[in-house]
């Protein structure tokens, strides 16, 4: 059965979509590439209820081992943790409890699969209704369920940021705000703020290019994107672009690698502020790549867009060092998981030492291809010091060629109302590492 424009999807039909797609996410599948498989009525509804699911799972998994002390089939797993998942918190769930109970046993009558355990998912579901306070008390201490991370991550925070690990994680429960970065080169902040208020929309300026909204709109409803006028983009990955090229001001023309360039944001943010830069863009997934070129093609924006490894410098350098480089690395987004809730759960601890062995192969690949005086940008979307600091104190241990420049280090997600005792990072609900590296003149 397919919804005809402008139907009301049941809740049953929403919990279904929802359940298949937190145990794809159990599976270790990525939620971005299972939401593209949901039929385009349920998905926005999927997608938000997922979302929080998502942010409570740590808890609806010990709810449910208190409930069934034996697992489950998955399907029925998944359909019962869903529903505990979204019945959090107490005192702001995205429906009514005794509603979502009802539904969910309706979601489960509904299919093949899971019809025959309807009457025990009713039986878990209601008796966490009755027993909600106990139930949730007993759970409490395993930090999982406290934090609704896996414990590795907990620990790893604890360690890195001992006086801020608790407002981090706080923070990841909470939804991003939707950033927009202004394209000067089309519109100007105030056109483009008064635009947004004449639709009804919450707006304020963040400073530079950067705009928040009070609440997320589809990108193809906001004026000017089309155009090329706006983008989406963090304000705290805004940041990339203007500290990189603070370096080259007196540079004409500069020679800009962006190393790690996909989805092409900061590329484009690069190509924004300086029109005359000659930027090269590389991207080691041919789709992604292809997301490069269609992102400068409607912003109006030219760059050297190649399909390689940024590491294997032979397969694509062409000999002439770089003023400025930029090496948004690939990491854990441990710092954007309030944007991406299923990365928590995809992510294993053994992944960081992987992931910062391919950042430290990447950095001592680039290095060379800096001219003397120039500057490389390393960042990532990440928290955890092994992704961040560690990688640039080892560096710094082995080039005596490389000098560091003020950068913000570690930035700390957090949310609104939330970690006031973070300073500037109060401001900022992404995660991210940025270090500033100037090469010695020779």
């Known amino acids: ?45 999927a997608q938000a209820l997922s979302f929080h699911a998502l942010r409570w799972l ?6 449910r081992a208190r409930l069934a002390r034996r697992a489950p089939p998955p399907a029925v797993d998944a359909l019962l943790c869903t529903s505990l998942a979204l019945a959090q918190p107490a005192d702001g769930a995205p429906y009514e409890a005794f509603t979502l109970v009802d539904q969910a046993v309706e979601a489960a009558k509904r299919d093949r699969v899971l019809r025959p355990h309807a009457a025990f998912i009713n039986a878990c579901l209601r008796r966490f209704l009755r027993e909600r306070a106990a139930l949730t008390a007993a759970v409490l201490h395993d930090p999982v369920a406290r934090w609704n991370h896996p414990r590795w991550w907990v620990e790893r925070l604890r360690r890195d940021h001992p006086e801020h690990w ?21 519109a100007s902040v105030a056109d483009v703020c008064a635009r947004l208020a004449q639709q009804g929309a919450g707006v304020r ?54 190393a790690c360039a996909a989805p092409g944001g900061k590329t484009a943010h690069l190509l924004e502020l300086r029109a005359d830069a000659r ?24 760059a050297d867009v190649r399909v390689a490894d940024a590491a294997d ?30 990365v928590r759960w995809l992510r294993r601890e053994s992944d960081l ?18 001219r003397p005086g120039g500057q490389l940008l390393y960042c990532t979307c990440s928290v955890f010091a092994q992704e961040g ?51 010695r003149l020779d």
């Open 279 to 302: 930027v090269t863009a590389l991207e080691i997934d041919p789709a992604r790549s292809a997301r490069i070129g269609e992102t400068l093609a409607r912003l109006g924006l030219h």
């Open 166 to 186: 608790q407002a981090i994680l706080s923070a990841a429960q909470h939804a991003a705000p939707m950033d927009l970065r202004v394209n000067p080169r089309r």
């Open 205 to 258: 300026a963040l400073g530079g290019a950067a705009l928040r909204l009070e609440r997320p709109r589809a990108v193809q409803d906001l004026p000017g994107f089309v155009a090329g006028e706006l983008s989406v983009q963090s304000a705290t990955a805004q940041r990339a672009a203007p500290l990189l090229l603070e370096g080259c001001a007196d540079v004409a023309a500069p020679r800009v690698l962006d």
């Open 58 to 63: 740590g808890l609806a998994r010990a709810l």
């Open 353 to 370: 030492a992987q992931l910062a062995a391919r950042q430290d192969r990447l950095l001592q690949a680039l290095w060379p291809l800096l």
């Open 389 to 439: 600091r560690e990688r640039i104190e080892s560096f710094l241990a082995r080039h005596s060629d490389a000098l560091p420049c003020p950068s913000p280090g570690h930035i700390l997600p957090s949310a609104a109302g939330l970690a006031p005792g973070l300073g500037d990072n109060a401001a900022c609900e992404d995660g991210f590492y940025y270090a500033l590296l100037r090469k």
């Open 313 to 342: 410098v032979p397969s694509w350098w062409q000999g002439e060092r770089y003023d400025a480089i930029l090496l948004d690395a690939p990491c854990s987004a441990s710092g954007i998981v309030s944007r991406h809730p299923d």
């Open 1 to 45: 059965m397919t919804a005809s424009p402008g139907q009301v999807l049941p809740l049953w039909r929403q919990l279904q979509a929802t359940a298949r797609l937190v145990a794809a996410v159990e599976a270790g599948r990525s939620l971005s590439a299972e939401l593209a498989q949901v039929e385009a009525p349920l998905r926005p509804g």
